[in-house]
């Protein structure tokens, strides 16, 4: 591929050094023998402006070549058309300097050829060759009114508009028509190309030819269309055109429409003028136009960049999404075995007090770890503020106690001290979201133990009593290593450590703080540190809640018909099946299982069921397809009413089950209470539809 683009732009120069080389050659013929005033001075001089413009945009020896060619031709068709041979020198010594120089101030300004892009480069670039072509003229004026009594006043001003018309209007143009981000805008069909420019030639034609009677401001909407339609390219093309058929035929004196009543000298300024304005105009219009093109073609192209990263970003959603899915199911799974079965020990009315004081720790630590399992596969609610609160009558102070007791096991492992204060003078419940707060509470906990060696950890409760509501503080205060002030407000920040030494030594992605900010902030509450390092940290939560009526907790909730309602249980992991049976049990039901969904549907078959309740990853068949196929049944059979029982959790996969034909949702690990709410919801539903 490299050798291919150097082969490809070895072409591009030649081809540009041989365009140049004719280009030169013709205007050298042009000037000398078509727009020569009576005093011998060329009236436009495009010469030199490309033998610069060749210089800034040749590589190697490709420059050299073309100044030899510049040289060369530049003294013999000089001789050809009368110059002496010490003018001819003359000559092509000063307009080959002048063009050096103009290299020469290119390359320290613009380091290369400056680019004609803008309104502002197209009268930058005059104002560096204009002083050029000043001192060129006058050291060229002064040479020959020393050596040849010509008038210096004169042949300063003749010399002068030649080199500097010349180079103002050449230069800008050649460096417009080489410009591959010129020919990249406008492109239109060369049909349509070639009739601007046919008609450019005919109005100018028109206006300059001496029987015509047209004005030669005519020639400017045309020019101006060209601009137009092509841009920059089509502005230079256009007064190219213009001068070369304008210039012969007014210097002949043909034309009266030039001023040839005035004399030749009259007659070649307005020339120089006309063409100078012209150009000018024509080519800032097609520069502005050139620029909104251009700005088209960025925003275009920001477009299309824009759709490609949403594609992207889409993708690596759904992957985060499938991610996401797969973990939820896997994370899911034994959590349903670990509250499942600490729930069925705690019904157990032999356990001593402190077993069973250890089974609810499991069950609330359970809860916890459940909790912080659905912000995570949810984390983009939490990024997006959407973190729903379900507050109710909570003692804080119970909250505190039972948060500590779960991390005890954890600090009594390194050898640290918890100490549990509390300073509640109100001793009433509060209007909190337990589960968010044991939460935030936990993270702080965790984080004191896994930063802290030895010493201590002292959990605090203090609440205020307010008019209206009461102020709530929870701290965290530690012995452990401390962190710098400047990185403290890193803490609660997505993905960051303070020390990202320290994150390799305790471990963690950096996300608990920052998900106990929004949980906080949701609370409409403040959570910060405070913190000295090498003597420990204090994170303390301070929250503002209403005190709340103490309600009586509600009794377990029992299906209408114990005994009577018949269960199936689907599922394939054998732990699943015992949890929900022994759970049904308690309450009456009479619980049959099926391993897969191809058992589910030979059982609703054979058998009535009130309630089926329905794994979905199953082998031999999945639990859509059984529930499609158990809808198929006729009679009653088939409207048994089916509730998906699942680790799928997320939005998108409860959409399926609803789809295939399900009736409600249990997302594992299962909690009891919300299983006997959905079994007694869809009992009486069906007593209630029997009965109508």
């Not at 600090?411 to 918890?418: E, I, P, V, W, Y």
């Not at 009433?428 to 044991?438: G, W």
Request: charged share 20%; proline share 5%.
């Amino acid at each position: 591929m490299p050798h291919r683009l150097a082969a490809q732009e070895r072409r591009r120069q030649a081809a540009l050094l041989l365009a140049l080389a004719v280009a030169t050659v013709v205007s050298l013929a042009f000037s000398e023998y078509l727009t020569r005033t009576p005093l011998g001075v060329a009236a436009f001089w495009p010469a030199n402006a490309l033998l610069a413009a060749g210089l800034l945009t040749l590589t190697g020896s490709r420059g050299l070549s073309l100044s030899v060619v510049f040289v060369a031709f530049h003294l013999i068709i000089g001789l050809l058309v009368g110059d002496t041979l010490l003018r001819a020198l003359l000559y092509v010594v000063i307009d080959t300097s002048e063009a050096v120089a103009i290299w020469a101030i290119c390359q320290k300004l613009w380091r290369g050829a400056p680019r004609i892009r803008s309104l502002r480069s197209l009268i930058l670039l005059p104002a560096v060759t204009t002083p050029v072509a000043a001192a060129a003229s006058l050291l060229v004026a002064g040479i020959l009114t020393l050596g040849y009594g010509e008038p210096f006043v004169r042949g300063v001003t003749d010399w002068f508009l030649r080199c500097g018309l010349g180079l103002a209007v050449a230069l800008p143009a050649t460096l417009v028509l080489i410009d591959a981000e010129h020919r990249r805008s406008f492109q239109r069909d060369w049909r349509e190309q070639l009739l601007l420019m046919f008609a450019v030639a005919a109005v100018t034609l028109l206006c300059a030819h001496p029987a015509s009677g047209a004005p030669p401001f005519l020639i400017f909407p045309v020019a101006l269309a060209a601009a137009y339609r092509l841009g920059a390219r089509g502005a230079a093309m256009a007064c190219v055109i213009v001068a070369v058929i304008t210039l012969p035929i007014a210097m002949s004196g043909a034309s009266p429409r030039f001023n040839a009543v005035l004399g030749p000298v009259a007659q070649a300024r307005t020339i120089q003028v006309f063409i100078a304005v012209l150009f000018y105009t024509s080519l800032a219009a097609g520069l502005a136009l050139a620029q909104q093109d251009r700005l088209k073609r960025l925003l275009l192209r920001r477009e299309l960049l824009t759709r490609a990263a949403r594609s992207r970003a889409l993708a690596a959603t759904e992957a985060k999404t499938e991610f996401l899915a797969t973990m939820s199911h896997e994370i899911r799974t034994p959590l349903n075995s670990v509250l499942g079965f600490a729930q069925l020990l705690a019904t157990r009315e032999d356990l001593p007090p402190e077993v069973r004081r250890q089974v609810n720790l499991i069950d609330s630590a359970g809860a916890a770890l459940l909790t912080v399992v659905n912000d995570i596969l949810d984390f983009s609610r939490v990024e997006a503020g959407l973190i729903e609160l379900l507050p109710a009558p909570t003692s804080a102070a119970q909250l505190m106690r039972d948060t500590v007791a779960i991390m005890a096991p954890e600090a009594r492992a390194k050898g640290l001290s918890l100490e549990l204060e509390i300073i509640d003078p109100v001793d009433a419940l509060h209007d909190l979201d337990a589960d968010r707060l044991r939460q935030v509470l936990i993270n702080l906990l965790n984080n004191a133990v896994k930063f802290t060696d030895e010493g201590r950890i002292d959990a605090r409760l203090i609440v205020e009593q307010g008019v209206i509501e009461d102020r709530l503080k929870f701290e965290i205060i530690d012995t452990g290593v401390g962190i710098e002030l400047d990185k403290q407000a890193l803490l609660f920040q997505r993905f960051s450590q303070a020390d990202s030494s320290m994150s390799r030594l305790h471990g963690g992605a950096g996300l608990g703080l920052a998900i106990c900010r929004a949980l906080v902030d949701v609370m409409g509450g403040k959570i910060g540190v405070d913190s000295v390092p090498g003597r420990g940290s204090c994170f303390w939560v301070e929250l503002s809640a209403p005190i709340a009526d103490a309600i009586e907790a509600p009794e377990r909730p029992k299906v209408s018909t114990p005994g009577a309602a018949r269960v199936l249980i689907v599922d394939d992991h054998p732990i699943n099946l015992e949890i929900g049976e022994a759970l049904l049990t308690l309450v009456g039901c009479e619980v049959e299982v099926a391993e897969n969904g191809k058992q589910a549907v030979e059982k609703a078959m054979m058998g009535d069921y009130d309630v089926i309740l329905m794994d979905i990853h199953m082998p031999q068949m999945d639990g859509l397809q059984a529930t499609r196929a158990i809808k198929a049944l006729p009679g009653v059979r088939g409207k048994a009413p089916i509730i998906a029982m699942s680790a799928d959790a997320l939005p998108r996969q409860v959409e399926r089950c609803y789809a295939a034909g399900m009736v409600d949702h249990i997302a594992k690990p299962i909690q009891r209470e919300v299983l006997y709410a959905k079994v007694e919801r869809w009992l009486n539903h069906g007593k209630a539809g029997a009965e109508a």
